[in-house]
């Protein structure tokens, strides 16, 4: 008899540590959004790399009574830093510049203008964020998930709304991953047959010479017009000088491959892990969200409008579908206009040119960026 209740106290004190005890319908919930997300990046191959941690990260940061986020937890403390404290967004944009040819944009530098259409979907969001309460800092941190760009709605966020950093990380990461989703139907929306079909002319070749200027003056002018974004920039354009010197291509390696998958995982599952149920699941989560889906329509529906602008100003060479690539989720976005492309007329190849604004996107969002920080003073 002894043996029996020893047996059910010991019982009933494995099930009072269990997470299922503690298991709560929020905790299903968010469980069941990372199962969904991860459904997306495996199953419909939505940026994988970038979604499959996220929301794997979802489901961890909803098991109860791991421990995850305890004071003595050394990897989750090692992953905060990294995020609190602006790390991970530089070394990301290094990794970026490397993978990224600027020719095009260099080639076609009209496309600029296309990148800064595209951020009219920041200002949009920030004023409606306004709106709904937030503070002008944390609406500025809101309305940058409309650039496309983890790294760098997670650099503004740690400046002027840390309070939000999860909900805003986990929107911008989301949105980026669901551009193929997401975009083609504003696509259509804004845009004729007609406009849809043109065959835009190859684009020049660009120089050694332009290639690796090209950063060091992007370097130099943007830094000291905007200090608050050296570090983003900075990192970009040394990765891009790593892939063009030709005399670096170890460096560039690493930068591109090695390094920015170790970043990627850290950086990616611990946004996913501020998922948990208690901190997401609150009005203010679902407002950011709401907002980061306007401010990245917004700023779709800006590129492909300019666009349109750009093809009656050409004489119709200009095919509108690259101003969707404004928003720099690079090189996704550019992926899209060429596929959108394609559907419409095959054989066109919108590629190469949907990469220039897809370049000027990354630049733009970094300078709204920068621009929000000096306006606020930080």
């Known amino acids: 008899m002894e043996f029996l209740n020893a047996f059910i106290v010991s019982l009933q004190a494995v099930w009072a540590g269990s997470g299922f005890s503690h298991f709560t319908m929020g905790n299903g919930i968010m469980i069941l959004v990372g199962l969904v997300l991860l459904y997306l990046a495996f199953a419909k191959e ?3 790399l970038l979604l499959g941690p996220i929301a794997f990260g979802c489901i961890l940061a909803n098991f109860p009574e791991t421990g995850f986020f305890a004071e003595e937890m050394n990897v989750m403390k090692a992953i905060n830093f990294g995020i609190t404290y602006e790390i991970f967004p530089p070394l990301i ?5 490397a993978m990224t040819d ?4 260099i080639a076609n530098p009209n496309t600029l203008l296309l990148g800064a259409a595209a951020q009219i979907g920041v200002f949009v969001a920030l004023g409606l964020a306004m709106v709904f309460g937030f ?15 983890g790294p760098t709605s997670i650099y503004l966020a740690t400046k002027l709304a840390p309070n939000l950093l999860g909900a805003i990380a986990v929107a911008a990461y989301s949105y980026m991953s669901l551009v193929p989703l997401i975009q083609p139907p504003i696509m259509k929306l804004f845009t004729t047959k007609t406009e ?7 684009l020049r070749d660009v120089t050694k010479f332009e290639k690796v200027i090209f950063p060091l003056v992007a370097t130099i002018f943007i830094s000291l017009l905007l200090p608050s974004i050296a570090a983003l920039l900075g990192m970009l354009m040394l990765g891009n000088l790593f892939r063009e010197s030709g005399v670096t291509d170890r460096l560039s390696d690493t930068a591109q491959n090695s390094l920015c998958n170790i970043i990627t995982i850290f950086l990616a599952t611990g946004t996913g892990m501020t998922m948990s149920a208690e901190h997401f699941l609150t009005r203010d989560t679902l407002l950011i969200i709401m907002l980061g889906l306007v401010a990245f329509i917004g700023g779709t529906a800006g590129g492909v409008i300019f666009g349109k602008i750009m093809y009656v100003v050409s004489g119709g060479k200009v095919n509108p579908l690259i101003g969707s690539a404004g928003v720099s989720a690079v090189p996704m976005a550019a992926r899209v206009s060429q596929v959108v492309g394609a559907k419409a007329k095959p054989g066109n190849f919108l590629l190469m040119h949907a990469m220039g604004p897809n370049v ?19």
């Open 102 to 105: 600027f020719g095009p944009l």
């Open 360 to 378: 000027a996107g990354v630049i733009g969002t970094a300078v709204a960026a920068g621009t929000m920080l000096a306006m606020l003073g930080r």
């Open 196 to 202: 849809r079909e043109v065959v835009m002319e190859q």
């Open 93 to 97: 944009f290094l990794g970026i510049g």
């Open 135 to 149: 503070s002008v800092e944390e609406s500025a941190a809101i309305g940058i998930i409309g650039g496309a760009d």
């Open 46 to 48: 939505f940026e994988p």
